[in-house]
């Protein structure tokens, strides 16, 4: 018996995101240690995830601010867009290249926290290249 595509993503989403949880130190503690090492009192931990049409394929990573720890091939430059975004993705500003018009759209997902606040953004664009427009390093991995 085979399993539909967006069982088998939100299967592999859901684990990603409980082995995170396990990974997490509470929040209160965490707080206060990105408190300590950000000049500004700033501090987040993201989960960001991109998928494809469908669900087809999903890839995902764990990002830290202002410690830019973890698996984000571009931690540094997308914790300071972060920064000046106060922790919302949807105000990310990214890179300023042109994209073609092509439709393969993707999803991109934030869950985590900014300052103690909870952080929950999706946001579907037509392509990769539109992604990239708007959020640049954030979700560049």
Same mark, same amino acid.
């Given at each position: 018996?085979?399993?539909?595509?967006?069982?088998?993503?939100?299967?592999?989403?859901?684990?990603?995101?409980?082995?995170?949880?396990?990974?997490?130190?509470?929040?209160? &503690?965490? %707080?206060?240690? !990105? $408190?300590?090492? #950000? +000049?500004?009192?700033?501090?987040? /931990?993201?989960?960001?995830? =991109?998928?494809?049409?469908?669900?087809?394929?999903?890839?995902?990573?764990?990002?830290?601010?202002?410690?830019?720890?973890?698996?984000?091939?571009?931690?540094?430059?997308?914790?300071?867009?972060?920064?000046? &975004?106060? %922790?919302?993705? !949807? $105000?990310?500003? #990214? +890179?300023?290249?042109?994209?073609? /018009?092509?439709?393969?759209? =993707?999803?991109?997902?934030?869950?985590?926290?900014?300052?103690?606040?909870?952080?929950?953004?999706?946001?579907?664009?037509?392509?990769?290249?539109?992604?990239?427009?708007?959020?640049?390093?954030?979700?560049?991995?």
């Amino acid at each position: 018996m085979s399993l539909p595509r967006t069982a088998v993503a939100a299967a592999a989403a859901t684990a990603a995101l409980a082995l995170l949880a396990l990974a997490s130190p509470p929040a209160a &503690a965490a %707080g206060r240690q !990105g $408190r300590s090492g #950000g +000049a500004d009192g700033t501090d987040g /931990r993201f989960f960001l995830t =991109v998928s494809g049409a469908q669900n087809t394929w999903i890839r995902g990573v764990q990002l830290s601010c202002p410690d830019a720890v973890g698996h984000h091939p571009h931690a540094a430059e997308a914790c300071t867009m972060l920064h000046r &975004a106060k %922790g919302d993705p !949807g $105000r990310v500003t #990214g +890179a300023g290249h042109q994209c073609t /018009r092509e439709y393969d759209p =993707v999803t991109a997902t934030a869950e985590g926290d900014w300052n103690g606040r909870p952080v929950v953004w999706h946001k579907t664009f037509p392509n990769a290249c539109a992604l990239d427009v708007a959020t640049g390093p954030v979700f560049r991995f």
